[in-house]
């Protein structure tokens, strides 16, 4: 597989520069995004950045989300918390991936990974508002395979 282009979504892990070197080290242009605004609100200026800047996008790297700790019993006025994720690590991702796919597509080439949370599969208390919003992200690329 030869990967030319590539961009890494990352919102507070601090793994974008240590993915952006290993990338770089097998000869793809990185383009690194940390602005979790970026997700929310200004996807569509992202998206048209990013192809404007590389045209085509060969992979997309998704690490993109914030986690809250707090039990449902303790979320009972923070209906906001769950509104917050959901933009971010699930809509956001979403809007990215069908942002890119077409072009991955007509190409016939394309990679997407989608970084999510081991909770998907262990449930952990006390993350409703993060590991929810995972778990529909991780059933779309589920989906999307299948395609």
Not at 63 to 68: H, K, L, M, T, V
Not at 92 to 115: C, D, Q, S, T
Not at 132 to 137: N, R
Request: charged share 20%; hydrophobic share 40%; proline share 3%.
């Amino acid at each position: 597989m030869t990967v030319k282009s590539v961009v890494v979504l990352d919102y507070g892990s601090g793994n974008l520069r240590s993915a952006q070197r290993a990338l770089q080290r097998v000869g793809a242009t990185v383009e690194v995004t940390s602005d979790p605004a970026a997700a929310a609100a200004a996807v569509e200026r992202l998206l048209e950045r990013v192809l404007a800047d590389h045209h085509n996008v060969d992979m997309l790297v998704n690490n993109a989300g914030r986690s809250i700790r707090r039990s449902i019993s303790l979320s009972y006025e923070r209906f906001h918390d769950f509104e917050r994720t959901m933009q971010l690590n699930y809509f956001g991702a979403i809007k990215l991936i069908i942002g890119l796919l077409p072009r991955m597509r007509e190409r016939g080439f394309g990679h997407v990974v989608n970084i999510s949370s081991i909770g998907v599969q262990t449930n952990p208390p006390r993350f409703s508002a993060s590991e929810s919003p995972a778990a529909g992200s991780h059933l779309f690329q589920q989906s999307e395979n299948e395609c």
